[in-house]
């Protein structure tokens, strides 16, 4: 499609007449059919509320439609509207704007629904089996539009996905503001999610899909990388990576950087994957060495890889319970073992239970919930049953963020120390990135050339390294060896082709670090070294962006792993502080219920403003979850706050009072 005809497709929204049907595409990954939850009342509810997007000459047409849709898919998507021109991250001044910012959007939104970035395409979901940009295909068309025709002086708001409006703001307010799957807490089981979102009314947005800013599987291998290499170095005192086994599951959306991870990390990584279409897709994207689809063959290619100190990536196409009790069966060495499958969402397609096919399953699932349910459970107490051997036989394992431990916990697994109550097993946060990065400021910052310009990207590379490199000279011990993994990863970035889709980068950077490198990128936008602006970014799983007591806060000891405070309130004070659009979802990472989280995007023009702007947002986006780690007695966290009160005359921060332990004791007996 020309532009001149991309450009008028934008600005007509919805469309006054009814495309043609579209065809439904096999070569595409589709979400499984949800299921069915709503009683006759209610969908006619949902056919009302999904018809209220066209005017009533058209609802004659598209209410069988609709209603088929409900009845197949288990959702209203609207197929119909899905536009006809390729959605891909295009330059920024290809899409019809009157302000920049928006158009910024745009681009951020766009690379979510790239075919190559998103998991499930035509249903509007980017990762995680139901992480949704948009409810329906009307959603998207009018949000284009209202991002197209608004100004500097309106602010868009987003409900779950439906664009409530532009409504009168300022320059200096958010373009967008975002918000998924806020219902009322004692309305947020994951079936109260199932009804909600059939009625159209609610979404879950995932992290960094519902507030655009995912950039592929990059941007949790930075993490997985790190996590990864601090994992073999708490089982080998010399940090020797060679010929040391890791064993996962899933290679979709976010655990597909699984196995770049380990490839990156000097080790033999072993995930498995039940979808051939995504094992497939990692496959031809690099990120998988080799795939395999029998364990007969497997098992002497990873004695093999380890005996010969190998670094490769090695998928096996099948399931994981299959894989781990083969492990233990063979008796082979695993020295890290982990999860990432989507247990946020285990009922709906998270997880498939072993002795049955792709398809059975997903029948299963949509016919006989119930004993769906009861098969997904049965095949998590066998996997944690083998995991258990082999971490009796000396692997080192750790939840990685995925509720793998509180769903195998409801399964009735054995994952309860029966001494102490609490789960044989600790998060990474707990471990790895909890006390070594977020207490320290170190998190997943990102930026996106909106140019679309590989050498843009690599001017970006070259000033955050040289930045990095600076704020070692200075750096106290305790976080060099942040800087030593970082300053690595972003001089191999390039060699390692992280870009899919969008030209992205992530960098875990403490609060000096994301302002400096924020700094030179904006300098070099304003002199015209990089052609177009630059979208500042993170990921939610992030210092201050997560209250969620299994993942991003499980590390906060105080009680207050349970609250959510921290979240909203970094959401309201990015919103303020120069953030170009904020979100704040539900549900995100650990499952609908069990987290709230937030994120913004922030738009480098290379004028003062936008300076301005990120100094002042991203001082705040960082130090405000360091201020609540400190008071929660986290060490790190209280030097890593007194540090920036130094270096910052106004910022001032309760600090915490220690008690004596001994008193204590004695007091309560």
Not at 131 to 152: H, K, R, S
Request: proline share 5%.
């Amino acid at each position: 499609m020309d532009p001149y005809a991309f450009q008028q497709y934008i600005l007509q929204g919805i469309p006054d007449i009814l495309p043609p049907p579209k065809p439904y595409d096999n070569t595409i990954n589709h979400a499984p059919k949800r299921k069915e939850i709503l009683d006759r009342e209610e969908k006619k509810l949902a056919l009302k509320n999904a018809l209220r997007y066209f005017p009533e000459k058209h609802h004659a047409v598209l209410a069988p439609e609709f209603y088929n849709e409900l009845e197949t898919y288990g959702r209203i998507y609207m197929y119909r509207f899905r536009p006809d021109y390729e959605i891909y991250a295009r330059p920024i001044h290809e899409y019809p704007h009157r302000s920049l910012q928006a158009a910024s959007i745009m681009v951020m939104l766009s690379n979510n629904l790239d075919k190559i970035v998103a998991q499930h395409p035509h249903e509007l979901i980017t990762y995680g089996g139901n992480g949704a940009v948009f409810q329906n295909w009307a959603q998207y068309l009018l949000t284009m539009q209202y991002l197209a025709t608004m100004t500097d002086e309106q602010t868009l708001t987003l409900y779950s996905g439906h664009p409530m409006g532009l409504f009168p703001s300022s320059k200096e307010a958010p373009r967008v503001v975002v918000t998924n799957g806020m219902v009322i807490p004692n309305y947020s089981s994951k079936d109260h999610w199932e009804k909600f979102n059939a009625l159209g009314v609610s979404q879950y947005g995932q992290m960094t899909a519902g507030s655009f800013m995912y950039i592929g599987p990059q941007g949790i291998v930075h993490g997985t990388t790190i996590t990864v290499m601090n994992a073999v170095r708490r089982i080998a005192e010399t940090g020797n990576a060679g010929g040391k086994l890791f064993v996962s599951s899933g290679l979709g959306g976010m655990s597909g950087a699984q196995a770049k991870a380990a490839v990156v990390s000097g080790i033999v990584g072993v995930i498995a994957e039940i979808n051939p279409k995504v094992v497939h897709t990692r496959y031809n994207q690099g990120w998988v060495n080799e795939i395999f689809t029998h364990l007969d063959t497997l098992i002497p290619r990873i004695r093999k890889a380890v005996n010969d100190k190998e670094t490769v990536s090695l998928a096996y196409q099948g399931n994981v319970v299959d894989l781990w009790e083969r492990l233990v069966q063979e008796n082979i060495k695993v020295d890290i073992g982990s999860d990432q499958t989507s247990l946020h969402n285990p009922w709906a397609g998270g997880y498939y239970p072993a002795a049955m096919s792709l398809e059975e399953a997903n029948r299963m699932m949509a016919e006989d919930p119930g004993q769906f349910k009861a098969q997904v459970q049965n095949s998590l107490r066998r996997q944690v049953k083998a995991i258990n051997t082999l971490a009796a036989r000396g692997m080192y394992f750790f939840d990685y963020g995925n509720a793998f431990l509180l769903e195998t916990s409801r399964a009735g697994a054995e994952i309860i120390d029966k001494a102490t109550g609490a789960f044989l097993y600790r998060s990474y946060i707990q471990d790895i990135l909890g006390p070594l990065f977020f207490d320290y400021g170190f998190g997943p910052f990102r930026w996106v050339c909106t140019s679309g310009k590989p050498e843009d990207l690599a001017i970006t590379d070259a000033l955050a390294l040289e930045v990095l490199e600076e704020l070692y000279q200075t750096a106290p011990a305790c976080i060099r060896p942040q800087l030593e993994d970082n300053i690595r990863w972003i001089r191999e970035a390039q060699k390692n082709n992280l870009v899919v889709g969008s030209q992205a980068r992530i960098l875990y950077a403490d609060n000096e670090g994301r302002i400096r490198i924020a700094e030179a990128i904006n300098t070099a936008i304003g002199k015209g070294k990089i052609s177009a602006p630059v979208v500042l970014g993170r990921d939610h799983h992030d210092v201050s962006g997560t209250d969620s007591p299994y993942r991003e806060t499980s590390n906060i000891y105080d009680g207050s792993s349970f609250t959510a405070d921290m979240a909203v309130q970094n959401v309201i004070g990015d919103a303020f502080r120069g953030a170009t659009w904020v979100s704040l979802h539900n549900g995100g990472g650990v499952g609908w219920g069990e987290v709230i989280n937030g994120g913004f995007g922030l738009t480098l023009d290379g004028t003062k403003e936008a300076q301005q702007r990120a100094r002042n947002m991203l001082l705040w986006d960082v130090n405000n979850g360091i201020a609540r780690r400190s008071w929660a007695r986290n060490s790190g966290a209280m030097l890593t706050i007194t540090r920036e009160m130094q270096r910052t005359p106004l910022l001032r921060v309760t600090m915490p009072n220690l008690a004596n332990e001994k008193l204590i004791d004695t007091i309560i007996k």
